[in-house]
């Protein structure tokens, strides 16, 4: 499972690809679950009630970007979304084990949202995720 981070009110593109249209919106974020709520907790913005949906209004933009930069320039002390190691033993699947994420990994989720939440901003849009 993951959730998405998008303005649901930014144009979309089409793209075509063997012949088929795909509609996509130019500006999002989709992240594992784990990590979304990691990161939502990280930045301060973890909506404890329902952690899995939720609306930034554009006038709430600016206080998230300062959330993620505060986040980006805690160096030696950002909390990173690091899981413990497991293994998938589900029947039928390849086995895979996950070793949760580095600070670069960490650093580089920060950013694709500073990019989204900066792109909104400039466009007056809201962010919704879910």
């Not at 690809?17 to 992240?31: A, L, R, S, V």
């Not at 909506?47 to 939720?54: D, F, L, M, Q």
């Not at 554009?58 to 320039?73: G, K």
């Amino acid at each position: 499972m993951s959730i998405t981070f998008y303005c649901p009110t930014s144009p979309r593109t089409n793209r075509v690809e063997d012949g088929i249209t795909w509609t996509e919106q130019p500006h999002e974020c989709n992240f594992a679950n784990g990590n979304a709520l990691d990161l939502l907790q990280m930045i301060g913005l973890l909506n404890s009630e329902n952690p899995w949906t939720g609306c930034w209004k554009s006038e709430d933009l600016p206080t998230v970007q300062r959330s993620i930069m505060r986040a980006l320039n805690m160096d030696g002390h950002r909390v990173h979304l690091v899981r413990e190691p497991h293994i998938n033993k589900e029947p039928g699947r390849a086995t895979a084990i996950y070793q949760g994420n580095t600070d670069t990994q960490t650093i580089r989720r920060l950013i694709q949202l500073q990019e989204l939440v900066a792109y909104a901003s400039e466009n007056n849009y809201s962010i919704v995720y879910n």
